[in-house]
C-alpha cells in the first residue's frame, strides 16, 4: 500500500493538514504514528482507512478488507452491544460466530445487553476494536487503541495486532500510551509541519542491539566496544563481589538523542538503574 504526494485540507480555505506526503506500508507492517497532537495523525489515520479521500496525490493498493477503530467511538446510537454487532458482521458479510470470538477476547460478553449510549469509554472503546476485527482485516486502522482499556485488555491487544500482522494483515496505530513498542519490527512514523518522515530504529531494536554487544562485544571486566550499527557501548564493574552471580556491571550506551529516552524507559521496565548522563555532538 503506498500513499503517494498526498495533500490533504478540509475547506479551499483551510491550512493544509498534509502536504506532498508519501507513505509505504507492506503486508505485515506494524506501523506507529507519532507527533504532536494537532499534528494530523487522526486525519492520515482515516486517510490510509478510505474514510477521507485526498485533495491531490494517490492511495494505492489498499487492502480491500479495511478495519477502523476510532478514537472515540460513537456510541450515540439505538443498539445494545449484540445487536450493533450483528449488524456490522451482517453489512460486512462476517460470519456472525466471531462476535463471540471477539467479545471474549475483549472482556466484553457483560455488555451485550446494554444499549451502546450507556457505556463508559473504555467500553465503547471495546466495542469498536470489536467491530474493526470481525472481518478478518488486511488493514487494521487503530487510533489510540489503548485509551480507556483495563489492564487485562490492554495486555491482550498487542498481541492482537501481532497476530493481524503476522497473517499478512497491515496494521496503523497511534498511540500515546506507549503500548506498541514492545513489538518486534515495529515501524514508526512522525506527522509533523505537514509532511511524514519515518523515525530510526524502535525501542525493541535498541535492547536488541544493546544485548547483542554486550554478548558479542563487551569485555568481561572493562573496554569498550562499537558494533557494525555504531552502537558504542562501555563496560566497567563496579567494585564489590568477585562473585559473578552478585556483580553489576555498569554500562554506558551512545544512541541518538531522539531515542535516548525511549531506551531508557524501555531499560528502567526491564529493572535496570540507567542514568542519562549528557548528550554530545559527534
Not at 493538514?17 to 492520515?44: C, M, Q
Not at 450515540?76 to 466471531?98: C, K
Not at 551512545?254 to 526491564?270: F, I
Request: net charge negative; glycine share 10%; charged share 25%.
Amino acid at each position: 500500500m503506498r500513499m503517494t504526494n498526498l495533500s490533504f485540507r478540509y475547506g479551499r480555505r483551510d491550512p493544509w493538514v498534509l502536504s506532498d506526503a508519501g507513505l509505504a506500508l507492506r503486508p505485515g507492517d506494524v506501523t506507529e504514528i507519532l507527533g504532536p497532537n494537532g499534528t494530523g495523525k487522526s486525519t492520515l489515520l482515516r486517510l490510509l482507512a478510505g474514510l477521507l479521500r485526498p485533495v491531490e496525490g494517490t492511495i494505492e493498493d489498499r487492502p480491500g478488507v479495511v478495519g477502523y477503530a476510532p478514537e472515540r467511538f460513537p456510541a450515540a446510537q439505538p443498539f445494545t452491544v449484540a445487536a450493533y454487532l450483528r449488524h456490522m458482521a451482517a453489512i460486512r458479510g462476517a460470519d456472525p460466530r466471531r462476535i463471540g470470538e471477539w467479545t471474549e477476547r475483549l472482556g466484553m460478553d457483560h455488555l451485550m445487553s446494554h444499549q451502546l449510549p450507556d457505556l463508559s469509554k473504555g467500553s465503547a472503546h471495546k466495542v469498536g476494536l470489536a467491530q474493526a476485527l470481525l472481518c478478518e482485516p488486511g488493514l487494521l486502522i487503530l487510533d489510540e487503541p489503548f485509551a480507556g482499556l483495563d489492564a487485562a485488555t490492554r495486555a491482550e491487544l498487542p498481541t492482537i495486532i501481532g497476530e493481524v500482522a503476522a497473517s499478512g494483515g497491515i496494521v496503523v496505530a497511534s498511540d500515546h500510551q506507549g503500548e506498541l513498542r514492545a513489538l518486534p519490527g515495529l515501524r514508526r512514523h512522525e506527522v509533523r509541519d505537514r509532511t511524514i518522515r519515518e523515525l530510526p530504529g524502535n525501542s525493541a531494536h535498541d535492547i536488541a542491539d544493546v544485548t547483542a554487544a554486550i554478548a558479542h562485544g563487551v569485555p568481561a571486566r572493562n573496554g569498550t566496544t562499537q558494533d557494525d550499527a555504531g552502537l558504542r557501548i562501555t563496560a566497567q564493574d563496579a567494585a564489590g563481589s568477585a562473585d559473578d552471580s552478585q556483580a553489576v556491571t555498569v554500562l554506558e550506551v551512545a544512541v541518538s538523542t531522539s531515542r535516548a529516552q525511549e531506551l531508557a524507559d524501555r531499560l528502567r521496565a526491564e529493572g535496570h538503574v540507567v542514568r542519562i548522563a549528557r548528550e554530545t555532538a559527534e
